[in-house]
């Protein structure tokens, strides 16, 4: 068939009788369900799940921010009434003592790391050759609050100058 349409006759031929189609107009109802096709397209688009709907979100924000702003409120007002730079009332004065940092925090635990030791040479006293040690500690202090579960880790660095008697022959 491809044959015949190489022909240059059979191709001018194909060429008139296009020409000469004339298209037929196009229905109403045809062109209505084509408007209606294309809305529910459009409406099913709008509503797909992938399609990020922030007049749901924006509320839904707003929702989520007042309950953890409620929650830590409840959990730490207490805390963040004592920051406030205003005098508390004198009902919750009353209610709850005061209390000062030293009866809240307990002890846990203290100690030193010996960091660091050198000589600082060898000296005369009256007594005899002696040795001069330099050590560098560091401590560490560790407190706890029950009520809060607050840990207060202090790490502070010291040194100290040691005279060591030495040995006569």
């Avoid at 009788?17 to 099913?44: G, I, K, M, T, Y």
């Avoid at 809240?104 to 040795?131: C, M, N, Q, Y």
Wanted: aromatic letters at 6%; hydrophobic letters at 35%.
């Amino acid at each position: 068939m491809s044959d015949d349409l190489d022909r240059p006759g059979k191709q001018e031929n194909l060429e008139d009788l296009l020409r000469s189609l004339v298209p037929s107009p196009l229905q109403f109802d045809h062109v209505a369900d084509l408007r209606r096709e294309r809305e529910r397209f459009e409406l099913a688009k709008s509503q797909s799940p992938a399609q990020m709907q922030w007049g749901r979100l924006v509320p839904l924000m707003l929702v989520c921010t007042m309950v953890m702003l409620g929650a830590a409120l409840f959990r730490y007002g207490d805390n963040l009434r004592g920051l406030s730079g205003g005098a508390p009332s004198e009902t919750l004065a009353q209610e709850q003592p005061p209390v000062s940092a030293p009866d809240r925090f307990v002890p846990v635990s203290s100690h030193g790391t010996i960091l660091k030791t050198s000589s600082g040479g060898v000296i005369d006293t009256e007594a005899g050759p002696r040795e001069r040690l330099n050590i560098e500690y560091q401590d560490a202090y560790h407190w706890h609050d029950p009520k809060s579960g607050t840990n207060i880790r202090l790490f502070r660095p010291r040194s100290e100058e040691v005279i060591v008697p030495l040995p006569r022959d």
